[in-house]
């Protein structure tokens, strides 16, 4: 599916042609520059990894999808929202409000026990370069195995397209990478915002912190789809895009000089997952994103990811096939994978055994909402 108009923060060099990316030291000298005359100090040195902690997991073996496990913290210092946590813990707007029903984003309080998720299912198989999973709001990045390590997978969550604007669904490459973009804006998006009562909004942004497109873009093959970073951060997670695809900032940091040009991209409109850890079965059910207009019921959807787990890992799931349980989860909508199954436990009751981990950063206050990276990203993680 085509977009009404292909995502317009398209990146624009004074009327040259894009600049290609320059060797590894170079990119990092510039890009120290750039933080640093933001106002940000951070020590790069010679590693990458400092920027940011990704969500990196070792790839299941036995034929398992689920990585990494559930958290509960408790807030020490009045001044965090939960949109602070969810940065910190490299997590969308939409799973740790999700996680956290009836808690305040804005107020949620000294010594109130926060719900981390930091437990995912994978995209469906193959798990080959960069797969976008648009209702899930999360990306995963499959690099190639280094000798002698095992698989990985580094996830990130995503701010996604608003309604009207929807990301091409399909297959497609990075095919070019860029630093310090600049953004003319285009016609249709101007116009879109002079409708809504912003006279004001510019024309032209100038590379730099305030720039929408970030300060560092990957291009797929979709006409003027990128996936790059934000001087809206707090919007990840949330439907903000022209169909773009944004990061944090220190992900997009993290990410950048890690995906070569000609990786391979996959995006899926994929609501439903089901995993399997072990012998237990866990769901996944992220609301749908309406512009793909699909044909099939969330029942639908459950069965059909269940039994391609079957098919691909016959033997392995338990016998009899808990169907009932399956549907039931798909129809709660809950992002939160749940276990089904028989002897499967309550995800509450497993939560509520959690032994909270006192939170007592600071937040990262108004100054981080911008697209550099925020400064002390390499201490907080």
Known sequence: ?????????????????????????????????????????LALGGALAPLAR?????LPAGGGNVVGHMRVITLENPGNTLL?????????????TAANPGVSVWLP?????IVVPTEFILPPRPWVGIVVDIPQRRLYYFP????????????????????????????TRIIAKFRDPSWIVPKDILQEHRSEGDPQFPRYFAPGPGNPMGMLAMQTGFPAIFIHGTDRPWGVGMRVSHGCMHLYPEDAAY??????VGTPVRVIDRPV???????????????????????????????????RLRAHHPGLLPEPLPWKQ????????????????PGASRVERDIAALRPVAYALPPYGVGANNAAVPPGAATRR
């Open 326 to 341: 399956l549907l039931a989860a798909a129809q709660a909508r809950q992002i939160v994978p749940v276990p089904i199954g």
């Open 255 to 260: 990410l950048f000089p890690r995906v070569p």
């Open 144 to 171: 190639k195995p280094r000798a002698g390590l095992p698989a990985r997978v580094i996830t990130f969550p995503i701010g996604i397209a608003r309604r009207g604007w929807p990301t091409p669904l399909g297959r």
């Open 54 to 58: 990704a969500s990196s997991f070792a």
């Open 109 to 113: 309080g000294v010594g109130t026990r």
């Open 84 to 96: 602070d946590i969810a940065r910190h813990y490299d997590l969308g707007y939409n799973e740790i």
């Open 1 to 41: 599916m085509r977009p009404r108009h292909a995502c317009a923060e398209r990146p624009q060099h004074g009327g040259r042609a894009p600049r290609q990316p320059a060797a590894r030291a170079g990119w990092l000298a510039r890009l120290r520059a750039c933080l640093l005359g933001a106002g940000v100090a």
């Open 273 to 307: 997952l089901v995993g399997m850890r072990g012998r237990q079965l866990y769901v996944s059910a992220a609301p749908a994103v309406s512009d793909y207009s699909s044909p099939e019921s969330y029942a639908t959807r459950a069965v059909a990811a269940l039994s």
